[in-house]
């Protein structure tokens, strides 16, 4: 059974800050990892899709890579912004078309 | 593109009502969509998948007469809570994906159910 683990599971810095956060999976053999970010009382907003043939995926200040070998992905986000403050979520589907298994989330907090 | 809407955002209703919830995606074939509800400070609980002309699949302890789900159509999913209880108010979130977008997946905005 697919477990997806993340850390930290909380994270405060000061703007401007480079930061990283960590996504690891159980299970290997997956479709694809997508990275999520939730403000408080909204739904998911789609941040970055890597497919499993991929290794990395770039979007603005975000990047995101992965190694399904060792089964992590990484969350790099450069110069923090107190925008960037949200709960952040890594989830994984084992196929094209199943439920995504979401880790629980790091919740960050940039301060201005 | 890969857009899904979802209405209504936020209802009230009296116990006892019922209450249906549309999961829209816009722009691309869903073939798949999935509901979830959410806890204040938790995380998303899968409810059910539904695949498009079939059954919906149900996990373990979702009441399937009682959370009545129908996606009748590539693009419309709808959820609908019957005899509402306090108990049953949550944050309830769709998600959809597809072919088009290399199965990526797609989240509503939610809707916030509140029984009174």
């Known amino acids: 059974k697919q477990e997806v683990t993340q850390i930290p599971a909380a994270l405060s810095v000061p703007e401007g800050e480079n930061l990283v956060l960590n996504c690891s999976f159980t299970?290997?053999?997956?479709?694809?990892l997508q990275w999520f970010r939730q403000d408080p009382g909204k739904g998911l907003t789609s941040l970055l899709l890597?497919?499993?043939?991929?290794r990395e995926q770039t979007s603005g200040r975000l990047n995101a890579s992965l190694d399904k070998s060792s089964g992590r992905s990484t969350l790099y986000i450069a110069a923090s912004q107190p925008g960037d403050s949200a709960t952040y979520l890594c989830a994984v589907p084992n196929s094209g078309n199943t439920p995504l298994v979401f880790g629980k989330g790091t919740r960050l907090s940039v301060i201005a | 593109g890969a857009v899904v809407s979802q209405h209504p955002s936020r209802v009230i209703c009296k116990s006892g009502t019922s209450v249906k919830i549309e999961c829209r995606s816009l722009d691309f074939q869903a073939t798949t969509m999935f509901w979830y509800r959410q806890f204040p400070k938790q995380s998303l609980m899968l409810m059910a998948t539904s695949n498009e002309g079939s059954k919906a699949t149900y996990e373990q302890g979702v009441e399937k007469d009682k959370f009545l789900i129908n996606h009748a159509s590539l693009t419309l999913s709808t959820l609908t809570v019957t005899s509402a209880h306090p108990e049953d108010s949550s944050f309830y979130i769709c998600?959809?994906?597809?072919?088009?977008?290399?199965?990526?997946?797609?989240f509503g905005s939610g809707t916030r159910l509140t029984v009174v």
């Open positions: 998600s959809a994906t597809g072919e088009a977008f290399n199965y990526g997946y797609t």
């Open positions: 299970d290997s053999a997956i479709y694809n």
């Open positions: 890597i497919q499993s043939s991929q």
